[in-house]
């Protein structure tokens, strides 16, 4: 049905936008004039956990969708998205500012950290949809 079909074209818009995130910063990070005082580049500078589409959906519209579910794994699961998905926009500020310290390798070990943020996060969401369709609530 339409429902089923938007919240699924929801998630993969959520996790399709950490891969474009982490795309977005892998191309600033390789990029010498991101980090020289004297260009003028537009480069990527990354964003607050409340910017992109999973924060937005977290602290607005899905807390709203979930707690009116009332079901406690659900909740959960719902509630162990918040603190992966901080960590996820901290380190990628971490990686952009080791890399204008010149600390490329430490800038990629920390991007290495943000892929596997991301899977778990992809797998939480995966777990979330998993139990929803269960209950058949999508």
Known sequence: ???TAYRRQRQMCIETDHLQYLNNLN??????????????????????DTDCNLGRWLYGEGAIEIGVLDN???EVIFRSLFEPHNRFHS????AIK???AGDKAGA???VAEMKEISTLLTSKMLKLEEIL???GLV
């Open 1 to 3: 049905d339409l429902h």
């Open 133 to 135: 369709q269960k209950l």
């Open 27 to 48: 191309k600033t990070l390789a990029n010498d004039h991101c980090f020289d005082e004297y260009e003028n580049v537009d480069c990527f500078k990354g964003t607050e």
């Open 72 to 74: 406690y794994e659900i």
């Open 98 to 100: 080791k890399r204008q």
């Open 108 to 110: 990629q070990v920390l």
């Open 91 to 94: 380190v990628s500020q971490e």
